[in-house]
C-alpha cells in the first residue's frame, strides 16, 4: 500500500498542513466509437481533440481527498465502485474520499449506454478497462508529484457566457470558482469550478473534449501545472455561443469559448486569497431512487444501460451517493447527476462561504428535474429517473449540510 506520505518520503510524525500532488493522463479511444450526449449510435469519425483524464490528490494530517475529472459525458456507478475499491486497496485512500467527475461533453464515447454505447464491442471489451487503467496511473501519478503546497481561492462572475435553454430569462449561475495549489513558486493544480453544457461540437461527429479541454490546456500553458474542470449546475444551461455556418467550424467556436474562460479565471486568480489551512473533511450519505421513468426502467433492466438496480419498497430503483468535501472552507456539493441552475443556487444559499456544486460525480443518473417544472414531453424529463429524483437529491445534500454546520459550531 502506498500513502501520501511515502511518495514524498516524509515522517509521518513531522507531515506538512497540506499536500497536494496533480497528474493527467490521456484516454483518448484508439478506434471510432458511438459518442454520448446526442441520439443513439451517433458513431465518431476521427478525433479533434484528445480526452483526459485529470486527478488532483489533496492530503492534510489526517485526511486525504482524490478529484479525478474524465472527459466523458458521465461515468456509471458500478465502474466508480470498482475504481473506488482499488484505489482504497492499492493506496489506502478511504473509498467515500474518492471522487470521480466528468466534464460532460458531449463528444467523448457512450461507455454507459444511455446512446447505444453498450452495443460497441470495443467499448465493452477494451475501452471501459483501459479507462479504468488509466484513471488508477493518473491517480498513481499524482501521489507519486505530491508536495507540500499552499491553497488559494478567487471567485468571480462571469457574463454573458451562458443561457438557459429551457426557459427564456430563465436561471443561470454566472459564477466562476477557482482553486489554486502551488508550492513556491511553481503551480501544481488550477481547480476550476463553473456551470455550462458542454454542447458546442455535439452536432459533429469528431471526438472531442468540448470547450473544459480548450480551457484546461491554455490555463496549463499560462499557469503550468494540471487544470482540472469541475462542471458545475448545467442541466439547463448552455454555452452563448453562434452555433451558424459550416459544421466544421463548430470545434473553433469551442476553442475560442474555452480559452475566453480561461482568461477569465487568470484574471480572478489576480484577487485570489490563502484557503484556511489543513480543514479537510468529507461527508457522504447514500440514497435509494425509485425508477420512475417507464422507458429508463426498461434501459436498465435489460442492460442496455450499464447500471445495477435495487428494490426500493416495492419498486425497482437505484442506490446512488451524494457528499460534501470541505476544501479548508471551500464547500464542494458533489451530485450523481444534472441539476437545473436554480437548485445549484438555492443549494450554494444554504451556505455561508464559498460554496461550489459539481456534477456528475460518481454516477450519471442524467437530470434531476424540479418538480414544479417537470413536463414529460420535453427533453430533461425523458433523461430524469423520476418526477421526485431532484427532491430526494437535494433532501440527501440538506442532511449532509446541517451535520457540517454541526461540526462548525462543535
Known sequence: MVTPWDVVKMDKDSKPTLLVGASRVKITPEQDVPLAGTGFRRYSTGVNDDLWARTVVISNNVDTVVITSVDLWGIPYDDVRMLKSQINDMFGIPEDHIFIC?????????????????????IRMKYIGMLR????????????????????VAVGRVENMTVNRRRKGGAVDNSLTVLQFSSDDENIATVINFASHPTITDAGTKISADFPG????????????????????????????????????????????????????????????SLEEGRLRVYSGSLKIPLGNPNLKQMFTEGVVRRFTVRVRNFLGVETEVSIVDLSGVLAIMLPGEIFARTGLELKSKVQGNCIVVCPVNDMLGYFVPEDEYNERLYEENMCISKYAKTMITGAVLGLLSKVKGDKVG
Open 102 to 122: 466528468a466534464t460532460h461533453t458531449h463528444s467523448a464515447p457512450d461507455i454507459i449506454g444511455f446512446f447505444g454505447g453498450t452495443f460497441d464491442s470495443y
Open 133 to 152: 487503467e488509466k484513471i488508477i496511473e493518473s491517480v498513481l501519478d499524482a501521489l507519486k508529484n505530491m508536495k507540500e503546497a499552499q491553497g488559494y
Open 214 to 273: 480548450f480551457l484546461c490546456n491554455k490555463v496549463e500553458e499560462e499557469l503550468g501545472g494540471v487544470s482540472i474542470f469541475l462542471n458545475g449546475a448545467q442541466g439547463d444551461v448552455e454555452p452563448l455561443v453562434q452555433r451558424e455556418g459550416e459544421r466544421a467550424a463548430i470545434y473553433g467556436i469551442a476553442h475560442e469559448y474555452g480559452e475566453r474562460l480561461a482568461e477569465c479565471v487568470v484574471n480572478i486568480l489576480g484577487s485570489k486569497t
